[in-house]
Nanobody, 129 residues
């Protein structure tokens, strides 16, 4: 069973930055589309960003576009979410997820939660005002 491990969550001040790694354990990420999601207690998990298996296609939620950047280093089996200009409303638990590229549209990604098969345990990001 593929496993994903997120890290990098922390308490930061508004305007600060964080980088969240998502590491694959026990498998290679080369052929997987990766998504980052966020969830607050009592709310639906929503897609923040995603990246195609090659890294050539990325997508962002409107609320984070221009502030967050997703990237991947397949040699390290790790995907990163760089978060800049953080706002208090970015406070959430952040999860990464994976789906094999054969189960999706080639060279693309989508931020649809139900599409993804494997999930990490999440990492908490808290932004203070």
């Amino acid at each position: 069973q593929p496993q994903l491990v997120e890290s990098g969550g922390a308490l930061v001040q508004s305007g600060g930055s964080l980088r969240l790694p998502c590491a694959a354990v026990g498998f290679t990420l080369d052929y997987y589309v990766i998504g980052w999601f966020r969830q607050a207690p009592g709310k639906e998990r929503e897609g923040v960003s995603c990246i195609s298996s090659s890294g050539g296609y990325t997508d962002y939620a409107g609320s984070v576009e221009g502030r967050f950047t997703i990237s991947r280093d397949n040699a390290k089996d790790t995907v990163y979410l760089q978060k800049n200009s953080l706002k208090p409303e970015d406070t959430d638990n952040y999860y990464c997820a994976a789906v094999h590229e054969d189960s999706t549209v080639q060279n693309m990604c989508v931020r649809t939660r139900l599409l993804y098969d494997y999930w990490g345990q999440g990492t908490q990001v808290t932004v203070s005002s």
